[in-house]
């Protein structure tokens, strides 16, 4: 199964401020998922980022408050925007390989403060 | 309803007993299904995969999948203390073949699992 990078592990940001998280996977992939695990939560869908073409944001995420980038197979990019405590979460980002499941980065742990 | 349901738990085991893990989804035309298991602080970490009704079964792990019933299960047997985690269940419209990670998962809310010494 593929294997992500995703950095930075953990972060500390003022409310305003933005926080752009990486991730990088070894192999081409068509669709890259990003995801949201607020604390004793689990995940919730942001986005799914299509190269090439704007992401699909689900209900309650919008591009201005989550800028994503998929500028070529391997790499993606979100953004969190304008941060306010309650975007205190793990950030994750994931891709699909047919019969070998979903697989997950290790993971963005935002504090806002 | 909420799309995918578990029992948050927490469900807890002796050690070397069968743990029994449940998840109901609302979706008729979900066509595959996920058991990840999230160790505290970590991301989580694909267990288990089922496609068709019937039993799956990879080493103390066994896949349960009744789509008539809507319904998905992991059991597993001769529970260990490292088991103790936080079991999600993530289902998918898609068939994973023909899907090839293009359609997204809807996770459950998870059970989290206490296996006891």
């Known amino acids: 199964s593929a294997v992500i990078s995703q950095k930075p592990s953990r972060d500390i940001c003022q409310r305003g401020t933005s926080l752009t998280i990486q991730c990088q996977v070894d192999?081409?992939?068509?669709?890259m998922f990003w995801y949201r695990q607020q604390p004793g939560q689990s995940l919730t869908l942001i986005a799914t980022?299509?190269?090439?073409?704007?992401?699909?944001?689900e209900s309650g995420f919008v591009i201005d408050k989550f800028p994503i980038s998929r500028p070529n197979l391997t790499f993606s990019t979100l953004t969190v925007s304008n941060l306010s405590p309650e975007d205190s979460s793990i950030y994750l980002c994931?891709?699909?390989?047919?019969?070998?499941?979903?697989?997950f980065g290790s993971g963005t742990r935002l504090t806002v403060v | 309803q909420k799309e995918v349901e578990q029992n948050s738990g927490p469900l807890s085991v002796p050690e070397g007993a069968i743990a029994s893990l449940n998840c109901t989804y609302s979706?008729?035309?979900?066509?595959?299904f996920f058991w990840y298991r999230q160790y505290s602080g970590k991301s989580p970490e694909l267990i288990m995969s089922?496609?068709?009704?019937g039993d799956k079964e990879d080493g103390r792990f066994t896949a349960q999948l009744n789509k008539a019933s809507q319904y998905v299960s992991l059991l597993i047997r001769d529970s260990q203390p490292s088991d103790s985690a936080t079991y999600l269940c993530?289902?998918?419209?898609?068939?994973?073949?023909?899907?090839?990670?293009?359609?997204?998962?809807?996770f459950g809310t998870g059970t989290q699992l206490k296996v006891e010494l």
């Open positions: 993530a289902v998918n419209r898609g068939p994973a073949i023909l899907t090839g990670g293009g359609n997204k998962l809807t």
């Open positions: 980022a299509n190269q090439g073409s704007e992401a699909t944001y």
């Open positions: 089922i496609y068709s009704n």
């Open positions: 192999s081409q992939v068509t669709m």
């Open positions: 979706d008729r035309v979900s066509q595959s």
């Open positions: 994931s891709v699909g390989q047919g019969d070998s499941g979903y697989t």
